[in-house]
Nanobody
Framework: QVRLVESGGGSVQAGRSLRLSCTAS????????MAWFRQAPGKEREFVSA????????YYAESVTGRFIIDRDSADNTMTMQINSLKPADTAVYYC?????????????????WGQGTQMTVSS
């Protein structure tokens, strides 16, 4: 079993920056892809970014490209998301996810393990 714990959410004004973290524990394998998803109130869960085990393959949703930066330390089983130039539209619960595959897919069905989520609220 794998346990994922997110941290770093909070309330922030538009234009500011925030850093989310995800720590994995349990039966983790360094080759698994990881990802961030988010879910805004009344909306479906959407893909934000994904990264392979080495950090050499990274994907971003178009809505966050240029503002969000994903990174991971496979040795420490941690993943981070640096979020810059925050917008009110970024308000959501952000989830960390880990796949059983090494491919950083954008489909949430590909991810087996999920954290409990961390709320980020951006005010204008």
């Amino acid at each position: 079993q794998v346990r994922l714990v997110e941290s770093g959410g909070g309330s922030v004004q538009a234009g500011r920056s925030l850093r989310l973290s995800c720590t994995a524990s349990g039966r983790t394998f360094g080759s698994d892809a990881m990802a961030w998803f988010r879910q805004a109130p009344g909306k479906e869960r959407e893909f934000v970014s994904a990264i392979d085990w080495s950090g050499g393959t990274i994907y971003y949703a178009e809505s966050v490209t240029g503002r969000f930066i994903i990174d991971r330390d496979s040795a420490d089983n941690t993943m981070t998301m640096q979020i810059n130039s925050l917008k009110p539209a970024d308000t959501a619960v952000y989830y960390c996810a880990r796949s059983l595959s090494s491919v950083p897919y954008g489909d949430y069905e590909r991810y087996r393990y999920w954290g409990q989520g961390t709320q980020m609220t951006v005010s204008s």
